[in-house]
């Protein structure tokens, strides 16, 4: 049994004690809050040993998984890591580039498995298109949500935007060119919306636009590539794929339009999605990458490299309002 510890069991730590409950070979030896209301709460509820101090909970453990808040993750990343634990740390992989860049290095010295917890990688509507040549030339991101005091410790870039920074890095191989960026604090001390373009060396471009004062929710991508079109909505879990001259049997259906150049045939294809649990999955991929010795399907740097251009964009950010 893979002896598990839990570090921060807020909101979403609830929801990573639930799965982690739910799957075999798994035996959670406990948890660490340092709020007592909420700690007490969840020993209760799991029936679950609360551990008083970090250190004795990760000496009773094989590995770790961090929901705290992201000024903690290095801390507690860094004393894992030199105890010989292998590691799972919610997004962004750390507060600053510094304490991400040292958490890379001792991660390479140890050996141990690393997963960082971008959780859209495992979104049923992203799983859907596994096995479609995705090349993407442009990229449209809308993510928005409602204003919620929880998570404005850190920027909307870091809170928000990180994830299809993510997303965008894993689909487009290349390197980024440039960066242009504006961003308004406007409920917090940190950009509370922003919008972005990343140009990247192959020619890709993408727009994001992150918001979390919004009226109303919206997670989508959309991806143009020659002859395609696909549109990816995170929070409806939904996928359609427009391509052009593809009359076969993959389409749900297809039309014929008139351009300049001729007659084009239209294919449209909603993949079917899976009903899938993404947190419980990229849990399940961290088990199994400890158990089999197998590299973690987001590896720390991913995490890093995700970082990078999240700071990049806040530098381009702060640099208009001083």
């Known amino acids: 049994m893979l002896k598990i510890a839990v570090f921060g069991t807020g909101h979403l730590g609830k929801f990573h004690l639930n799965n982690w409950l739910e799957m075999d070979g798994i035996e959670l030896v406990g ?21 008083l101090d970090a250190e004795s909970l990760m000496n009773d453990c094989d590995a770790v998984d961090i929901i705290a808040p992201t000024i903690y993750h290095f801390q507690l990343c860094e004393m894992a890591l030199k105890k010989g634990k292998h590691v799972f740390v919610e997004k962004p992989l750390t507060n600053t580039m510094d304490e991400a860049r040292e958490l890379v290095k001792l991660a390479k010295e140890s050996n141990l498995k690393f997963q960082v917890g971008h959780v859209e990688r495992f979104n049923p509507a992203f799983l859907a298109l596994k096995g479609y040549q995705l090349q993407p030339m442009f990229i449209e991101v809308h993510r928005l949500a409602e204003f919620n005091p929880r998570g404005t410790d850190v920027s909307v870039v870091l809170d928000l935007m990180i994830h299809d920074i993510d997303i965008i890095l894993h689909l487009v191989k290349s390197n980024v060119n440039y960066i242009s960026a504006n961003g308004v604090a406007v409920m917090s ?24 004062i919004s009226l109303k929710k919206m997670r989508k991508i959309r991806l143009f590539q020659k002859d395609a079109y696909i549109g990816i909505d995170f929070l409806d879990k939904k996928t359609e794929i427009i391509r052009l001259n593809q009359a076969d049997d993959k389409n749900d259906f297809c039309f014929d339009i008139e351009t300049n150049n001729g007659t084009k045939s239209i294919g449209v294809s909603t993949p079917k999605i899976a009903a899938t649990n993404a947190i419980k999955m990229e849990l399940e991929c961290f088990r199994d990458a400890i158990l089999h010795n197998t590299e973690t399907p987001v590896t720390i740097m991913d995490g890093l490299s995700a970082m990078e251009i999240a700071h990049l964009i806040l530098e381009k950010i702060n640099s208009k309002q001083h």
Do not use: Q
Request: proline residues 4%; hydrophobic residues 35%.
């Open 189 to 212: 001390d940190t950009p509370d919306i922003a919008n972005v373009r990343i140009e990247f060396d192959n020619g890709c471009v993408a727009n994001l636009t992150s918001s979390r």
């Open 31 to 51: 948890f660490f809050d340092p709020n007592d209301e909420n700690a007490h709460a969840v020993a209760e509820k799991y029936n679950l040993k609360r551990y």
